[in-house]
C-alpha cells in the first residue's frame, strides 16, 4: 500500500521551491520521508541532489525489483537529468514487514544499475524523532531498526557504500500524522542533507 506524502506538506513546499541554475547530479530513493529531504534540500538552495518525484509511500519493497513502477519514475529522472553520479538510498519501511538484509542489499544493486558507472551510494535510514516521537506507519523502532540497517551495509566493504549519518526531526517540526516533516522540519532535514552531500 503506497501512502502519499500530505498534500498540506506538498501545498506550503511546492510553491516555495526555487528554481536551480545547476544540473542536479545526485538522485534518490525512499519513501514520503526522502521527498521531505529532497524539499527541504530545495528550500536551503541545495544545488546537487534531485528534487522530490513522487516517492511517497514507496517503502523498501518498492525498490527490489529493478522493473519496479518505481524504479521507472527514477529512470525518468535520469532521462532528464542524466545518470546521477551518486545516488541515496533512503530505507524506508512499515513496521510490517521491515527491512531485510537481502533487501538492503538488492537496493544497493538496484542503486547501481540505474546510476552513472562507478555512482558513489549513500545509505541512511529514515528520520529518527527526537524524544518520544513515532511514526506508526514505520513503527516505534522504525528509525533504529532503518539506521542500523544503514550502517551495517556501510560497514560490508563489499557493497562500498557510505553512511553520511542519520537524519533527525525534533520537536515542532513534525505534521500531526506523527511522521512527516513540517515547514520547519522540512528546512531542517534541508540543512542536515546540504551538511552530508552539499
Not at 84 to 107: H, K, M, N, R
Not at 180 to 187: R, S
Request: aromatic share 10%; proline share 6%; glycine share 12%.
Amino acid at each position: 500500500m503506497h501512502l502519499p506524502l500530505p498534500s498540506t506538506a506538498i501545498t506550503l513546499l511546492l510553491a516555495t521551491l526555487p528554481t536551480s541554475s545547476s544540473t542536479p547530479t545526485m538522485g534518490f530513493i525512499g519513501c514520503s520521508m526522502a521527498e521531505n529531504t529532497a524539499q527541504g534540500y530545495l528550500t536551503v538552495d541545495g544545488q546537487r541532489m534531485w528534487g522530490p518525484y513522487g516517492t511517497g509511500g514507496m517503502v523498501v519493497q518498492s525498490w527490489t525489483t529493478t522493473s519496479s513502477p518505481s524504479w521507472q519514475l527514477f529512470d525518468a529522472q535520469a532521462a532528464k537529468y542524466g545518470l546521477p553520479s551518486a545516488v541515496w538510498v533512503q530505507f524506508c519501511i512499515y513496521a510490517d514487514p521491515g527491512i531485510t538484509y537481502d533487501e538492503a542489499q538488492l537496493l544497493i544493486a538496484n542503486a547501481r544499475q540505474h546510476a552513472a558507472p562507478g555512482a558513489r551510494v549513500y545509505v541512511t535510514g529514515q528520520p529518527g524523532y527526537e524524544g518520544d516521537g513515532v511514526c506508526a506507519r514505520a513503527g516505534k523502532d522504525g528509525p533504529a531498526i532503518t539506521a542500523g540497517m544503514a550502517r551495517r551495509v556501510a560497514e560490508d566493504e563489499k557493497l562500498n557504500v557510505t553512511w553520511p549519518g542519520e537524519f533527525t526531526l525534533r520537536k515542532g517540526e513534525v505534521l500531526a500524522d506523527g511522521c512527516h516533516a513540517n515547514v520547519a522540519g522540512l528546512e531542517a532535514l534541508g540543512r542536515q542533507a546540504v551538511a552530508f552531500w552539499g
